[in-house]
Structures are given as structure tokens and as C-alpha cells.
T-cell receptor, first 114, second 114 residues
């Protein structure tokens, strides 16, 4: 069965600094997709970035980049130049090819300090 | 504007009552999902549907029921058999069977048992 693990329940970062949120995954499928979502205190889920297992380069979207290390089965999210508005829960997720659904990790709460 | 609408935003249920959470999307997505989120936790899949008139149980389907009579609508009923229904419920939709497409989420419904 596929599984997503996020081992950091909470992280603190100083405004304008970079921060890395960890995500490891487990799958036996050679083809898979990985996602990161942001959940502010209001509750909605906001898609941030996607990485496919066959993508040769790490995905980037503005201040977000994904440090994809396939051999280690890790897909860490890097947020550069943190802003106060980045304070939120962040979820790593994987597309389950067997069940045609998305599975989520437990999440990491990020606190950005002024 | 295309998106997913969940209603109500807040819902209170008395012990032994059934309540129905609404989810409507105008994104023309075939797949729709219901997730439950407990405080500080990740998302757990309740039910999902890939096509009209068909749906599958997720990881925590007991005490819940769904219907998919229209492509746009995927209501969730929390029955009296669900012993601990207080949680945040998120509805999502996506293009079915596509590994590289993200899920789009509604704003959520916060259900409280009183």
C-alpha cells in the first residue's frame, strides 16, 4: 500500500529565510505523482506544486520548489524567502494509481516569525 | 468562476440525528471525494466517486453514506451510526484517472455534535 510520511509536526522559520518541509513516501509503482498543498487557518486546501516520478527536473512554482530524491523516496518542499502569510498547515500527498485517489500525509504546521 | 461549493460552512448535529453535507462543482470533473480532518491531523478519505451512479468506500466509510446522481453533486450524509462525527469535512474533485492533476477543494464544513 502507498504511504506518505511527514515527520515534522511543527516548524518555525524567520521571515525572509528559507525552510524545508520533509516528506517521504512509499510505493511499489514505477509511475506516481506527488503533490504539496497548503491549508491556511480558514481551512481551504490550496495546491502548491506537483512532481511526477519520471520528471527529470525538480518542480518549481515561484517561491516553492520540490527537492525530489527518487532513490531516497523523498519529496521535500522548499519555501524560499518566507512570508508571514506562509504560516499554515502543509500536506504532502500522492496519487494512488491503484485506487484512483489521493492520499495525504499527516501534515506539518509552519509558523513564520516576524 | 469554476470551483467547488460546500454548504453549510458550520453545522450542528444533535445526538442520533442524520445530517447531509452538500458539495457541488462546476469544473466538469468526473471524480469527487469526501475527506474528514480531525484537529491537527491529516485528511482521511471517506468516499469517492469516479463516475455518476458509482462510488467506492474510502478508509473510514463506516457511519457515512453518499450518492452521485449528478456529475456536479456529491452529497455526504453523516448518519447516527457515526459515533464521533465532530470534524472538518472537505469535498474535492479532480479529472479522473490522471496522475498529474491536482484535486480542487471546497471551503469545508465544520460539523459539531451538540
Amino acid at each position: 500500500a502507498q504511504k506518505i510520511t511527514q515527520t515534522q509536526p511543527g516548524m518555525f522559520v524567520q521571515e525572509k529565510e528559507a525552510v524545508t518541509l520533509d516528506c517521504t513516501y512509499d510505493t511499489s509503482d514505477p509511475s506516481y505523482g506527488l503533490f504539496w498543498y497548503k491549508q491556511p487557518s480558514s481551512g481551504e486546501m490550496i495546491f502548491l506544486i506537483y512532481q511526477g516520478s519520471y520528471d527529470q527536473q525538480n518542480a518549481t512554482e515561484g517561491r516553492y520548489s520540490l527537492n525530489f530524491q527518487k532513490a531516497r523516496k523523498s519529496a521535500n518542499l522548499v519555501i524560499s524567502a518566507s512570508q508571514l502569510g506562509d504560516s499554515a498547515m502543509y500536506f504532502c500527498a500522492m496519487w494512488d494509481t491503484g485506487g484512483f485517489k489521493t492520499i495525504f500525509g499527516a501534515g506539518t504546521r509552519l509558523f513564520v516569525k516576524a | 468562476d469554476g470551483g467547488i461549493t460546500q454548504s453549510p460552512k458550520y453545522l450542528f448535529r444533535k445526538e442520533g440525528q442524520n445530517v447531509t453535507l452538500s458539495c457541488e462543482q462546476n469544473l466538469n470533473h468526473d471524480a469527487m471525494y469526501w475527506y474528514r480532518q480531525d484537529p491537527g491531523q491529516g485528511l482521511r478519505l471517506i468516499y469517492y466517486s469516479q463516475i455518476v451512479n458509482d462510488f467506492q468506500k474510502g478508509d473510514i466509510a463506516e457511519g457515512y453514506s453518499v450518492s452521485r446522481e449528478k456529475k456536479e453533486s456529491f452529497p455526504l450524509t453523516v448518519t447516527s451510526a457515526q459515533k464521533n462525527p465532530t470534524a472538518f469535512y472537505l469535498c474535492a474533485s479532480s479529472i479522473v484517472g490522471r496522475m498529474n492533476t491536482e484535486a480542487f477543494f471546497g471551503q469545508g464544513t465544520r460539523l459539531t455534535v451538540v
